[in-house]
């Protein structure tokens, strides 16, 4: 099968014996998708290996040229499988080209720079795609805009190495830097599985690295480019309940919609307030009133309420899905949708809101006036510390920050936008370094963190997780739903507390109590606690306390005799 500028695209339906969980020891496909020419020998390395049932495999696979060869392998032993079953089609090679410039003696970088004869949107791939990307490469995006645009990119479809792991510790991964080169902010990482994520630069360059180190290589990506012209003439836009026709006010008509819309970019405002029409007087009725915010670089958009008052008729007082009453929704993108946060009507303050990227919707509805309720009043913020005022913020981290114990020794920490609901799809580390006598001791006060025992991707949880050292192996239990830690102490003097979010459920989060302890004095039985709480001391210490009180009995014998 071959064609000069077509990609194969190749979709199997199997049902091959499993012997081993390696498959070559029993019935299996190997499949070559990266061959410069349509032949294979026995030194041309394959490039995946498919057995098992069809739960085991990779489903579509697709050459990186015009070549694709498979090979079917069974044993001797004979069975009652039946085989596989497969579709084919060749692709356009054209629709996988990266709409930038290749840079000269460099394997994988390119260069998109706007100018007046150049597009002003376009797509760029990991290497190689849709096929799988080549191990051990490192690529480079340079987006380059004018001075009055701004660079927004859209990862359509995100597939590296599977697993809910921290990308903290993944071997194959995506960097996006809100500025020219690597020493510029880190703004996003992207890791594992992800669809349709979002971000804009602050400034009229964006730069994108993605690392492949791992021993098993994905599928890649796809992403989206635009440059944007900025505009700064946006701001509060609220129309009269009599809107004008050539300077002459209309007659009120009965029944009539109210539209408001409300737009607020972080180039314009860091901070400000929104309210209901009218406030504090009465909102009208029939209101549909949209407010739009959009942040930039690394910061999100957070919403705190400070005044809350919706009509609710008195049978629905007890409404908690606000079905058929005045209401406020937030809205935010998840996989490229347009997801509800949270729906708040009635009398009670909502709890605060944080963005899960750079765009945040909020909509006020309302069905019949009333001449005692006033709407509601809120704060905006655009934060680029998640709302967490503890630590030193990490660089060369999205969302990390540093505690190290020479510039305090005790405080709290919490997770982003406590104590409102946390954002989705986000991932945190607090990074605690000590003395190298001293231990990090952790207490938490507060835990709503969603999930279910053990914690993973399979049941769909977020999770706060503990690691002695910068490194996958050190991993100690999950924490999430009613696994709540109370105390825990590091084994040395660093301490490694990870928080990650999915896009599916919130929560308000955590807060803990941090303090560093010297343990220079190792007489002492050191007491520690479990993540149930309970205390349990450390045996070495006792055991060299008993230890030295031998060796000053066998002393005092001698000096005796």
């Known amino acids: 099968m071959e ?26 496909v190997r499949l070559f ?21 069809m739960g085991d495999i990779i489903q579509t696979h697709y050459s990186s040229a015009s070549a694709l060869i498979f090979e079917f392998h069974t044993d001797w032993k004979i069975g009652n499988n039946t085989g596989f079953r497969g579709t084919y089609r060749f692709l356009n090679k054209s629709l996988f080209l990266n709409d930038g410039d290749p840079l000269f003696g460099t394997k994988c970088d390119y260069q998109f720079f706007r100018s007046n004869k150049s597009q002003s949107k376009g797509y760029f791939f990991s290497p ?13 995006y340079h987006f380059m805009g004018k001075y009055n645009e701004r660079v927004s990119i859209h990862f359509e479809k995100v597939r590296l190495q599977p697993g809910d792991i921290s990308c903290l510790y993944s071997e194959d991964k995506i960097k996006v830097h809100d500025g020219k080169d690597a020493r510029s902010p880190l703004i996003g990482q992207l890791c594992n599985y992800y669809d349709f994520v979002d971000f804009l630069s602050t400034g009229p360059d964006l730069y994108v690295e993605f690392h492949s180190q791992g021993h098993f290589s994905g599928q890649g990506f ?46 314009v405002s860091k901070n400000g307030t929104i309210t209901s029409p009218n406030y504090p007087d009465p909102y009208p009725a029939n209101v549909h009133c949209v407010y739009h915010f959009t942040a930039r670089g690394k910061e999100r958009v957070q919403i705190l309420f400070t005044d809350f008052d919706l009509y609710q008729p008195a049978h629905s007082s007890t409404n908690r899905d606000c079905e058929g009453v005045d209401v406020v929704q937030a809205f935010i993108k998840i996989k490229g949708q347009i997801e509800a946060l949270k729906t708040n009507c009635g009398h009670a303050l909502p709890p605060q809101l944080m963005s899960n990227g750079p765009y945040m919707i909020m909509e006020f509805h309302t069905t019949k006036s009333s001449l005692s309720y006033k709407g509601f009043q809120a704060t905006y913020r655009f934060v680029s510390d998640f709302g967490i005022n503890a630590g030193v913020q990490d660089p060369q981290s999205v969302c990390g920050f540093i505690f190290n114990s020479w510039e305090q020794t005790n405080g709290t920490f919490c997770s982003p936008n406590h104590p409102g609901l946390y954002p989705r799809n986000t991932e945190c580390h607090y990074s605690f370094i000590g003395r190298k006598t001293e ?13 279910v025992t053990p914690c993973t991707e399979e049941t769909a949880s977020d999770y706060v997780e503990f690691s002695s050292k910068r490194s996958a192996v050190f991993k100690l239990a999950r924490h999430c739903g009613l696994n709540k830690p109370k105390t825990i102490e590091s084994e040395g003097d660093f301490f490694l507390v990870t928080f990650r979010s999915n896009n599916q459920f919130d929560g308000m989060g955590f807060k803990a109590f941090y303090q560093f302890t010297n343990q220079t004095n190792f007489s002492t039985t050191k007491w520690i606690r479990d993540s149930a709480g309970n205390p349990y001391c450390n045996l070495s210490s006792i055991l060299l306390t008993v230890v030295i009180l031998c060796e000053i009995m066998e002393l005092k014998l001698m000096f005796v005799t």
């Not at 096929?131 to 480079?140: H, L």
């Not at 440059?227 to 700064?232: P, Q, S």
């Not at 946006?234 to 008509?253: A, C, K, Q, Y």
């Not at 408001?260 to 180039?267: H, I, N």
């Open 3 to 28: 064609r000069t500028t077509n990609k194969i695209h190749f979709q199997f339906h199997p049902t091959l014996s499993l012997k081993n969980t390696r498959c070559h020891l029993g019935d299996y």
């Open 33 to 53: 998708l990266h061959l410069k020419e349509s032949a294979v020998d026995q030194k041309t390395q394959a490039n995946s290996v498919l057995c098992g049932k």
């Open 128 to 140: 190689l795609y849709p096929s799988t990307y080549p191990r051990n490469v490192n690529c480079a």
């Open 222 to 267: 796809k992403a989206a480019f635009e440059f944007k012209e900025e505009n700064l003439n946006v701001g509060f836009n609220l129309p009269s309940t009599e809107p004008l026709n050539n300077g002459l006010r209309l007659p009120v008509i009965e029944e009539r919609r109210v539209h408001c819309d409300v737009w607020v970019t972080s180039a």
């Open 439 to 451: 231990r990090v001791q952790i207490t938490f006060t507060d835990f709503d963190v969603e999930g």
